[in-house]
Nanobody
Framework: QRQLIESGGGNVQPGGSLSLSCAPS????????IGWFRQAPGKEREIISC????????AYADSVKGRFTISRDNIKNTVYLQMNSLKPEDTAVYYC???????????????????WGQGTQVTVSS
């Protein structure tokens, strides 16, 4: 069964940090890209970062560049999103997603990813 298992998220004060993880399983592709998306109430789902498991290349949206870091642990087969200096506008449901592309640009739409995690809420509030 192909699935993406997410964990992490929660409530944090502005300026705080949170880490999300995404563990894919059951995928037959040797190489793929994983993207992190977020969707705030009333807004479109937007990509904020992605990583290629082919060469480890990464990309970030301008809104999170310098604050968020995407990484992978090939032994654990897990992708992480470390979120620092969180702002109230980072509040959203965060999703990881996977497609069978070798690379990612960080500019993909949600329709370019075929598999999705269950989503996890991140709330930044004082």
């Amino acid at each position: 069964q192909r699935q993406l298992i997410e964990s992490g998220g929660g409530n944090v004060q502005p300026g705080g940090s949170l880490s999300l993880s995404c563990a894919p399983s059951g995928f037959p592709f040797p190489y793929y890209a994983i993207g992190w998306f977020r969707q705030a109430p009333g807004k479109e789902r937007e990509i904020i970062s992605c990583i290629s498991n082919y060469d480890g290349s990464t990309a970030y949206a301008d809104s999170v560049k310098g604050r968020f870091t995407i990484s992978r642990d090939n032994i654990k087969n897990t992708v992480y999103l470390q979120m620092n200096s969180l702002k109230p506008e980072d509040t959203a449901v965060y999703y990881c997603a996977l497609n069978d592309h070798y690379f990612c640009s960080g500019k993909e739409t949600r329709y370019e990813y075929d598999y999705w995690g269950q989503g996890t809420q991140v709330t930044v509030s004082s």
